[in-house]
Nanobody, 120 residues
Framework: QVQLVEAGGSLVQAGGSLRLSCAAS????????MGWYRQAPGKQRELVAT???????NYADSVKGRFAISRHNAKNMVYLQMNSLKPEDTAVYYC??????????????WGQGTQVTVSS
């Protein structure tokens, strides 16, 4: 089992910045990819960014050049630095961890979410 706890969501004006953090605990040694997803009201949950164990990253086109994901393996933390925020970035942001459970299988874990609201 892996537990994920997000922090850092807030209300911010357009053009501003926020830094989200996610703390992982439990069976952390088997965590593979970590990432951030978001879900706006009335919309499906969507990928924001992911980061692998060696720092390889992947971003949604809508956030490229504005957001940066990073990972501190020793502290079991993953971060999302969000700059130049837009009202359309408003959503609940969820931390995600993909855990290797052997035989090529994985489990998917989610945090409880943190609200980011960007005012125009």
């Amino acid at each position: 089992q892996v537990q994920l706890v997000e922090a850092g969501g807030s209300l911010v004006q357009a053009g501003g910045s926020l830094r989200l953090s996610c703390a992982a605990s439990g069976n952390i040694f088997s965590i593979n990819v970590m990432g951030w997803y978001r879900q706006a009201p009335g919309k499906q949950r969507e990928l924001v960014a992911t980061i692998g164990t060696v720092g390889n990253t992947n971003y949604a086109d809508s956030v490229k050049g504005r957001f940066a994901i990073s990972r501190h393996n020793a502290k079991n933390m993953v971060y999302l630095q969000m700059n130049s925020l837009k009202p359309e970035d408003t959503a609940v942001y969820y931390c995600n961890a993909i855990v290797l459970v052997g035989n090529g299988l994985t489990n998917n874990y989610w945090g409880q979410g943190t609200q980011v609201t960007v005012s125009s």
